[in-house]
T-cell receptor, first 114, second 109 residues
Framework: EPEVTQTPSHQVTQMGQEVILRCVPI?????FYWYRQILGQKVEFLVS????????KSEIFDDQFSVERPDGSNFTLKIRSTKLEDSAMYFC????????????FGPGTRLTVT | LAKTTQPISMDSYEGQEVNITCSHN???????ITWYQQFPSQGPRFIIQ???TKVTNEVASLFIPADRKSSTLSLPRVSLSDTAVYYC??????????FGSGTKLNVKP
């Protein structure tokens, strides 16, 4: 069964550093998403991406965040200058045109900012 | 997006049927009801989706009354591995999902 993959599984970085989280969505999917989940809290929507542009973004997704689909397979989330409060699990998800409610989530990247 | 309300937690025993109800009084005509499951340190996993009446798949059933202001996720004969958080979401071809706090199901032996 095809699945969404994410790398790295765990990233430790110092405050102020840039990080790039990588995702490989399912190959025939067209809609891509990033979410985050701070430990013990609910899953929070960050951004959705379709046709090489952002469709929707939440208030969390400020100028420090950016997304890119640099080639036909990868989907990346960049945080330009990390803050302590960016420490969280980051999940990538993808889905297809037929049922956008049925999103496929990756295993997540645990980001720790020290 | 319609706001949803679910119980914070539920306990059950192995082999029992579990029903988790979600209220969505402000559901819109085009909205679908979708349920997700999340295990600790994993991404949410799609369980089932429905619009009205009853939907069943290999994992669960979803019951939706005629007024669609609530829905019930039914898990038949739960096992310890069904211990997870279950989320109810309501919307129309989501461009953004808003997860609530979900229902933490604890299955005991």
């Amino acid at each position: 069964e095809p699945e969404v993959t994410q790398t790295p599984s765990h990233q430790v970085t110092q405050m102020g550093q840039e990080v790039i989280l990588r995702c490989v969505p399912i190959s025939n999917h067209l809609y891509f998403y990033w979410y985050r989940q701070i430990l013990g809290q609910k899953v929070e929507f960050l951004v959705s991406f379709y046709n090489n542009e952002i469709s929707e973004k939440s208030e969390i997704f400020d100028d420090q965040f950016s997304v890119e689909r640099p080639d036909g397979s990868n989907f990346t989330l960049k945080i330009r200058s990390t803050k302590l409060e960016d420490s969280a699990m980051y999940f990538c998800a993808s889905t297809w045109e037929g049922s956008r409610n049925e999103q496929y989530f990756g295993p997540g990247t645990r980001l720790t900012v020290t | 997006l319609a706001k949803t309300t679910q119980p914070i937690s539920m306990d059950s025993y192995e082999g029992q049927e579990v029903n988790i109800t979600c209220s969505h009084n402000n559901i819109a005509t085009n909205d679908y009801i979708t349920w997700y499951q999340q295990f600790p340190s994993q991404g949410p996993r799609f369980i089932i989706q429905g619009y009205k009446t009853k939907v069943t798949n290999e994992v669960a059933s979803l019951f939706i009354p005629a007024d669609r202001k609530s829905s019930t996720l039914s898990l038949p004969r739960v096992s310890l591995s069904d211990t997870a958080v279950y989320y109810c979401l309501v919307g129309d071809n989501f461009n953004k999902f808003y997860f609530g706090s979900g229902t933490k199901l604890n299955v005991k032996p």
